[in-house]
C-alpha cells in the first residue's frame, strides 16, 4: 500500500533550516529510504519564502498571497511516498525521518486507490 509522508519542520534556524536536523542526518536517512526499495517518489521543497497560496472565493474571485505565511505555525519541507505492506510499517519509516524530530512532525496518509485507474 502507498503512503504519503509529508514532513513539517517544527522550528527554523536563521538559515531556514529545520532546527535539530542536520544536512547529514537527512542524507543518511534518505539513503537508507532509497535503498530499502520502497521509495516511489520523494522530493525537497524550496525556501518557504517562495511559496505561493490560491485561494478561490465563492464567488470565484482568485487571491494570491506570496510566503511565508505568518499565520503557518508548521513548514512543509517535503515529502515521500512509499509503498510499504500496511500503516505499521509507514510510521516506523515516519519515525525515523529527522522531520520527525525537535517540534518537526510526519503526517503519515494513505494514497487513495481507485478501481480502473
Known sequence: MR???LINAGELDLTGGA???EPEDWMRFDKEIQE???VVASESLADLVTATRVQVD???KRTVTD???AETREVLGGFYVIDVPDLDVALDWAARCPGSRAGGSVVVRPVAEFPGA
Open 67 to 69: 510566503g511565508p505565511f
Open 58 to 60: 465563492n464567488d470565484g
Open 19 to 21: 532546527v535539530g536536523c
Open 36 to 38: 530499502s526499495g520502497v
Open 3 to 5: 503512503y504519503l509522508l
